[in-house]
């Protein structure tokens, strides 16, 4: 990840042979399944039938709206089909389009989950012009070797030992972490209201990282969702080991001697100063208002991200997740610079899951198209669809292999969190010049 251009493990993976006329996706009963025509090589309709590699994750671009686009997996090589044979089980990949009508972005990714496996795109085409370069690309295994270790965390349960307290207030946060710092490096941290909730009683507070040659410009929100605690207490864990690096990490040392960070530490305040609920204080889920605007909370982010918005590299938003089964669950622009960049962060977050013995199931690849027209009402795609700014929703999965509050659990938000941050920043998305 030392440059935007070097981010893609690229394999040219097509041949003339990965197409063939006559195998297609047919729905059946509400259950689609493989089908080879019979007469197949006087059929004018093509797929292409791609071999998988576990543990790599795959993504397919469209330059073009396909005609009739189906896509699948199977297990077996469905080219051995006989005429006129179906082949039923098949996976769907992690896509909204993969049927139906096609919209003008129908990328996709997949990561296989055993070996053997086969994707098939049926696509109503003669050619395959709308592969981005003739290629499927492959991204790999993460080989990057800036990434970085948190040291061994402590819990949140307010103990003589512990790190923090799941249970402080939004002030009592910025009290007990963020104004000890600021205090500490006065020259490179300072803060800025930014306005009331909704209910006109709580501050909303922002802090500015700014090293005196800063090269580009991240803005990152948490506490979206006040009953996340582990989520914005994660990030700010983080902050303490970014604010005071020693240079011992080139990844860590670059994000705080060039990277200016625009950061909201807890969103949801007076939800946070109590309750801890999803919603604010009025009964809001402010990340579904961003189309609507009508909170207090919403305007005041979105007031600060446009002090920005023409300097900004990328927008993350920090949450934790319990609401799905699978391990990893994250929300980006496909077709925006960043993709490449998060995709392999991604998949090497996936690899240390591996490693620890934590999961054995496929990561859960989930985007906002920059055309979905249902996206302006959360953050990512409202920054995104109105500015162009690349945004990433990361969800650290609490309760998925720890309890809430833990040492462990802090460990895995602070590892996660950290390396979006600075393989985001090793990217280099946009540079200030």
């Known amino acids: ?32 399944v493989f089908v080879k025509r019979e007469n197949a090589e006087q059929c004018a309709k093509a797929s292409a039938i791609i071999p998988l590699r576990r543990g790599s994750i795959y993504v397919i671009r469209f330059d073009s709206k396909p005609d009739a686009l189906r896509v699948g997996v199977c297990t077996s090589d ?83 030992d512990s790190w923090g307290n799941w249970a402080w207030t939004s002030d009592e946060v910025l009290e007990h972490i963020y104004e000890p710092m600021r205090a500490k490096h006065p020259d490179y941290i300072t803060r800025r209201w930014i306005g009331k909730d909704e209910t006109g009683k709580y501050d909303m507070w ?32 983080f902050f303490e080991y970014m604010v005071d690096s020693d240079g011992s990490h080139a990844g860590l040392h670059y994000l705080r001697t060039k990277v200016k960070i625009v950061l909201i530490p807890i969103v949801n305040v007076g939800s946070a100063s109590g309750k801890h609920l999803r919603e604010n204080l009025v009964g809001a889920d402010l990340n ?30 920090f949450h934790t997740s319990k609401a799905t089964t699978l391990d990893l669950y994250y929300q980006f622009q496909i077709q925006s610079n960043a993709a490449s960049c998060w995709l392999k962060t991604i998949n090497h977050i ?52 720890y309890p809430m509050h833990s040492a462990e659990n802090m460990q895995l938000a602070v590892d996660f969190y950290g390396n979006f941050i600075i393989q985001t920043a090793l990217a280099k998305l946009k540079l200030i010049k």
């Open 288 to 317: 579904r208002d961003f189309e609507a605007r009508s909170q207090a909370e919403t305007l005041n982010t979105i007031w600060l991200f446009r002090q920005y918005e023409k300097q900004l590299a990328a927008a993350i938003d």
């Open 78 to 160: 469905p080219r051995a089909l006989k005429d006129g044979e179906g082949m039923s089980g098949m996976k769907k990949p992690n896509t909204p389009y993969y049927e139906g009508e096609t919209p003008d972005y129908c990328d996709f990714m997949y990561v296989p989950q055993t070996e053997g496996e086969y994707l098939v795109v049926y696509t109503g085409e003669k050619m395959p012009e709308f592969f981005i370069g003739d290629n499927p690309i492959l991204i790999g295994k993460d080989t990057d070797d800036l990434w970085w270790y948190a040291p061994e965390q402590k819990d949140l349960f307010g103990n003589a």
């Open 206 to 237: 922002s802090y500015i990282f700014e090293p005196k040659d800063f090269e580009q410009v991240l803005f990152i929100t948490g506490g979206i969702h006040a009953a996340e605690m582990d989520g914005y207490l994660g990030l700010a864990r």
């Open 350 to 401: 996936y690899e240390y899951l591996k490693d620890k013995g934590l999961t054995n199931e496929p990561t859960d690849l989930s985007y906002i198209p920059g055309k979905y027209d249902k996206s302006d009402a959360y953050l990512q795609g409202y920054f995104y669809n109105h500015f162009g700014v690349p945004t990433l929703v990361a969800e650290h999965h609490h309760l998925r292999w």
């Open 1 to 32: 990840m030392k440059n935007n251009n070097n981010l893609f493990e690229e394999k040219n993976i097509f041949t003339p042979e990965l197409y063939v006329k006559g195998i297609y996706i047919a729905a059946q009963t509400g259950t689609d």
